[in-house]
C-alpha cells in the first residue's frame, strides 16, 4: 500500500513529497522521537534555498525543546569515563617513571590527560547550561508559531510515512504517538501510520484507561483498513515464487512426481499458508537453504522432502529440531522383527507429535507420515516393508539413513558418497584410466562401499555405451567386498556388488553380451564376482523346482568359455598355496573349483599341500572358521559365536584327519590361531559323539 502511494506521488507534477521513517531501525523512545524530527528537517532542508534552510533549523530546534536533550550528557559521562580508562592505565606509566625509568613523555601525557579529565566536564556543563538556557529564554510557543508560518509557505506538503510501529516496545509507541499526536496539525505536513490497530491499541491501554483504541481514535482522522488477501491469492503467489527458485531440481532424478507432489503441496503446505507473511516467510527460507543442498548441476536431496522440512524449520522450529534428535525414532532404525518395541515406539511417537500446539497436530502428524513412511504406521497409517527402502534411497529421501543427515547437516554424511561425485564417477567410465582415478579416489576416501550401494541402485541408469570400460570396473570394486561379513538390514556391499554387475549385464546387448563378460573377467581375474555370474545362469546350478523359472542372462557357450577361464585363472593362482588362501571367500572358491572342474581331485591336492604343514595347518583352520550370530529376547546386541561347517571339513581335510591333527598340533606355538583350533577341536569331538552337546550351543 505504501509502496503504491509513493510510486503515485513520485509521478505526479503537482502533488507531495513524502520521507518514510521506520522507527525500528533506531533505539529508545527518546531515540526514535529525535530521529522522526531530524528526518523531517533533513526533507525540508532538502532544496538548499535559505528559506529551506531556515525551515529545517526551526524544526530541529522545536523538536530538541520537545524532546529535550539527555544526549549531550550522556555523551559527556561517556567522555568522561574514556578518559578516566585512560589515566588509570597511563597512571602505571607514571610510577615507572617516578622510580627511574626514563619514561618522560608518559608522563608529560598523563599530566595532560589529568588537566583534560578536570577540564572536559567543566566545558561540557558549561555549554550544556548556555544551551539550556537559549532553549529557555525562548517559549515553545513562539518557535512553533514560526515553525507553522514557515511551514504555510511550503509550495508541496510533505507525507511522512511511519512504518513497523507495531514493531516496537509499547513504551516505545506511546512516545511516537505522542510526538505524532502534538504534532498532527502543523501546515502542509500529514502523517500516514502503518501498524496494526490490535497491537498498537493493546499498548495505549495503560494510559488510555484500558481504552486504547478510544486514545488512537483521537490521533487518527482518516483509517485505511486493507483487505485480507484471500488464500487463493497467498496460494497463488506463494506458487509462483516457488517454481522461479525450484523449478532446475523439479524432476523425477530429484524425486519429484506430481502425485506426491499434490499430495505434500495441498496437505502439509498449504494449510500454513494464511497470508502474505507467511508466504514470504517461507520462500525466504528456502531461498536461503536451497542453494546449499546444491552441488554444480545436481541436487543432493529430495526436493519435495526438503520443502516438507523447510516449511517445518518456519513454523514448526521445535519439531524441526526434535527430529534431528530423535534420529533412530523417525527412521526405525534398530529395529527387529519381534522386538516387541511397537507399544514404546508408538508412545514415543505421540510424545514427538506433542511438541507442536493441538491447533496445528494434525497437519504436523500428516507432514510426519509424508516425511517418514518408516513412522507412519505408528500414527495409524500403512507399515512399509523392507523392499520400499531401495525406491526411499533412490529417491534421495529423508527416511533413509543415508540421506537423513544431509538435510540437517547440510552435508553428505562420513562414509556416504555425494551424488554430484557419483555422477562425475559415472562420466569418469568413458576411458579406462578416467574410471580406475576415480575408483583409487573413492578407496582412499573410505567411499566404496557407498560406492557400490548406489551401483546397485542405479544399475538400471547406469550407461551401455561404456560398457567395455564400466562392466571390468564393477567386477573390480564387487571383488573388493568377496567374503565380506559386514551384512546390514537390507544386504551388504559384497551383495549390492555382485547384483550391481548382474543388472547391468541384462541392460547390454546380447551379441556382445557374452564378449563383455569375458573380457571382464580377463581383465580383472575377479574369481569370486565371476562364479556368481556363472551360478546365476548355469543350468545345471538350477533346482528341478525352479527350472521352468529359470531365464538365463547369458548363453551356454558364455558360461563354458567362463568356467575355462575361471579354472585357467584359479589354477595358476593355487601356485604358490599363499596366494589362494589369501582368497577372502576362499571356501566358496574351493567349492567352484570342485564343480567347475567335476571333482574335489584338485582343490584336495592343493588343500593337502596347504596343510602339510603345522603353521600351514593353523593358518587354513582361521580361514575355515565362519561367523553365526544370535539374538536372545531382552538383547540389544546380537552375540557373535564362531563355527566350522562339518561338510566343508569333511570334504577338503577329511574329520579323522582334522582331529589328529588338533591333537597333535602344539597349541602354544601358534597363539593367533590357538581359539580356532580348539573351537575345531571341540566341534569334531561333538560330530564323532565324543563330547555331549551344550544345550545353548550353536
Known amino acids: 500500500m505504501k509502496n503504491l502511494i509513493t510510486e503515485k506521488l513520485d509521478t505526479r507534477q503537482k502533488g507531495a513529497d513524502w520521507v518514510d521513517f521506520n522507527p525500528w531501525q533506531w533505539g529508545d523512545g527518546d531515540a526514535i522521537a529525535r530521529a522522526l524530527f531530524s528526518q523531517i528537517a533533513d526533507r525540508l532542508g532538502g532544496d538548499h534555498s535559505q528559506a529551506a534552510r531556515s525551515r529545517a ?82 517559549p515553545l510557543n513562539k518557535v512553533r508559531s514560526a515553525l507553522e508560518s514557515q511551514l504555510r509557505e511550503l509550495d508541496r506538503p510533505l507525507v511522512v510515512f511511519v512504518d513497523d510501529i507495531d514493531r516496537l516496545e509499547p513504551e516505545q509507541i506511546r512516545t511516537l504517538l505522542r510526538q505524532v499526536k502534538a504534532n498532527a496539525n502543523l501546515p502542509n505536513i500529514v502523517f500516514v501510520l502503518l501498524f496494526q490497530p490490535s497491537i498498537v491499541e493493546s499498548a495505549l491501554d495503560p494510559v488510555a484507561n484500558g481504552d486504547g483504541r478510544a486514545f488512537l481514535e483521537k490521533i487518527v482522522q482518516t483509517s ?20 522461479k527458485l525450484a523449478e532446475p531440481y523439479a524432476n523425477e532424478a530429484n ?5 506426491r ?99 496445528r497436530r494434525d497437519i504436523s502428524r500428516d507432514t510426519l507420515k509424508n516425511l517418514f513412511p518408516t513412522l507412519e504406521w505408528a500414527y495409524g497409517g500403512t507399515r512399509y ?83 567395455s570400460v564400466l562392466l571390468p570396473g564393477m567386477f573390480q570394486i564387487a571383488q573388493r567386498f568377496a567374503g565380506a561379513s559386514n551384512v546390514g538390514m537390507f544386504g551388504s556391499p559384497w551383495i549390492s556388488g555382485w547384483r550391481a554387475v548382474s543388472w547391468y549385464i541384462k541392460r547390454i546387448p546380447e551379441d556382445v553380451r557374452g564378449e563383455h563378460v569375458i573380457a571382464a573377467l580377463r581383465k ?25 523359472q529359470f531365464e538365463p542372462t547369458l548363453d551356454l557357450p558364455t558360461i563354458e568359455a567362463l568356467k575355462h577361464d575361471w579354472l585357467a585363472l584359479i589354477r595358476r593362482r593355487a601356485q604358490p598355496v599363499e596366494t589362494l588362501i589369501s582368497e577372502p571367500d576362499l571356501v566358496s572358491l574351493l567349492y567352484r573349483w570342485r564343480d567347475y572342474a567335476g571333482s574335489l581331485d584338485e582343490p584336495r591336492a592343493w588343500m593337502e599341500q596347504a596343510i602339510s604343514t603345522d603353521a600351514g595347518f593353523a593358518n587354513i583352520v582361521t580361514r575355515l572358521v565362519g561367523t553365526v550370530t544370535t539374538h536372545a529376547d531382552g538383547d540389544l546386541t546380537y552375540t557373535t559365536h564362531k563355527r566350522f561347517n562339518k561338510e566343508t571339513i569333511a570334504d577338503f581335510i577329511g574329520i579323522d584327519a582334522a582331529r589328529l591333527r588338533c591333537d597333535a598340533i602344539d597349541l602354544s606355538a601358534f597363539p593367533e590361531n590357538r581359539a580356532d583350533l580348539e573351537t575345531l577341536k571341540v566341534s569334531i569331538e561333538r560330530w564323532l559323539g565324543l563330547r555331549e552337546r551344550d544345550a545353548f550351543d550353536i
Open 524 to 548: 580383472t581375474e575377479a574369481l569370486s564376482v565371476a562364479a556368481m555370474m556363472i551360478n546365476l545362469n548355469d543350468p545345471a546350478a538350477r533346482n528341478e523346482d525352479d527350472a521352468d
Open 261 to 359: 507432489w499434490g499430495n505434500a503441496f495441498v496437505g502439509c503446505i498449504q494449510p500454513r499458508l494464511r497470508n502474505m507473511r507467511d508466504a514470504r516467510r517461507l520462500i525466504s527460507s528456502i531461498a536461503v537453504h536451497l542453494p546449499l543442498h546444491v552441488a554444480g548441476d545436481v541436487f543432493e536431496v529430495n526436493l519435495i522432502d526438503f520443502l516438507l522440512l523447510e516449511t517445518l524449520r518456519v513454523f514448526e522450529p521445535d519439531l524441526h529440531s526434535a527430529l534431528f534428535r530423535e534420529r533412530s525414532l523417525v527412521l526405525q532404525e534398530r529395529r527387529f522383527g519381534g522386538d516387541r518395541r511397537d507399544d514404546e515406539n508408538k508412545a514415543a511417537a505421540e510424545l514427538l507429535i506433542g511438541i507442536v500446539s493441538e491447533l
Open 255 to 259: 524425486g519429484v512426481s506430481q502425485q
Open 224 to 243: 485505511f483498513d486493507l483487505p485480507a488477501v484471500s488464500a487463493s491469492v497467498v496460494h497463488a503467489v506463494f506458487a509462483e515464487e516457488l517454481f
Open 385 to 467: 516393508a523392507e523392499g520400499f527402502y531401495p525406491k526411499w534411497l533412490a529417491s534421495k529421501r529423508a527416511c533413509t539413513g543415508r540421506y537423513f543427515p544431509r538435510y540437517f547437516e547440510l552435508q553428505t554424511a562420513e562414509g556416504e558418497i555425494s551424488d554430484s561425485r557419483f555422477i562425475a564417477f559415472i562420466e569418469a567410465a568413458a576411458t579406462e584410466e578416467g574410471l580406475a582415478a576415480a575408483i583409487s579416489g573413492a578407496e582412499v576416501d573410505g567411499l566404496l562401499d557407498s560406492l557400490v550401494e548406489r551401483l546397485d541402485e542405479s544399475a538400471a541408469d547406469l550407461p551401455v555405451v561404456n560398457a
Open 57 to 138: 533549523e526551526t524544526l530541529r530546534r522545536y523538536g530538541e525543546m520537545l524532546t529535550g536533550a539527555g544526549s549531550s550528557l550522556k555523551e559527556s559521562d561517556g567522555s568522561s569515563k574514556l578518559i578516566s580508562s585512560l589515566l588509570t592505565n597511563t597512571s602505571v606509566v607514571v610510577v615507572a617513571s617516578a622510580i627511574g625509568f626514563d619514561l618522560p613523555i608518559a608522563a608529560q601525557v598523563a599530566a595532560g590527560l589529568a588537566t583534560l579529565a578536570i577540564v572536559a566536564p567543566l566545558i561540557g556543563r558549561v555549554l550544556l547550561y548556555l544551551g539550556r538556557h537559549h532553549r529557555e529564554s525562548e
